[in-house]
């Protein structure tokens, strides 16, 4: 089992900011993806960033130029900057690591934070 512990999130106005992180520990394979995930009331569950253990970035389009994810690897641990909220961020937002043991055809092992509130009032 890899625990992972969120903090962050809670309540903003539009346009403020807000900062997640995640700390993961545990068996943790060196090549893995760190990443945050939201759920909105009534919607599925969307990827919103991600990074690699190699920095590679990932951000959804409705994100990118608003929010940064960040990792310090030697932590096991991502960080999200979300700057210019808008109501349409409110979510749960999970936490996510993924790898893939035995290569890209082989099985994914993921594992998932237990969510942490962002709401964001217009």
């Known amino acids: 089992q890899v625990p992972l512990v969120e903090s962050g999130g809670g309540l903003v106005q539009a346009g403020g900011s807000l900062?997640?992180?995640c700390a993961a520990s545990g068996s943790i394979f060196s090549s893995n993806t760190m990443g945050w995930y939201r759920q909105a009331p009534g919607?599925?569950?969307e990827l919103v960033a991600s990074v690699t253990s190699g920095d590679i970035?990932?951000?959804a389009d409705s994100v990118r130029g608003r929010f940064t994810i960040s990792r310090a690897n030697a932590k096991n641990t991502v960080y999200l900057?979300?700057?210019?909220l808008n109501p349409e961020d409110t979510g749960v937002y999970y936490c996510n690591i993924n790898?893939?043991?035995l290569g890209?055809?082989?099985p994914k092992v993921e594992y998932w934070g237990q969510g942490?509130?962002?709401t964001v009032s217009s």
């Not at 900057?81 to 210019?84: A, I, L, P, R, T």
């Open 81 to 84: 900057q979300m700057y210019s």
């Open 116 to 118: 942490t509130q962002v």
């Open 104 to 106: 890209a055809r082989g």
């Open 99 to 101: 790898w893939y043991p």
């Open 57 to 59: 970035t990932n951000y």
């Open 19 to 21: 900062s997640l992180s």
């Open 43 to 45: 919607k599925q569950r």
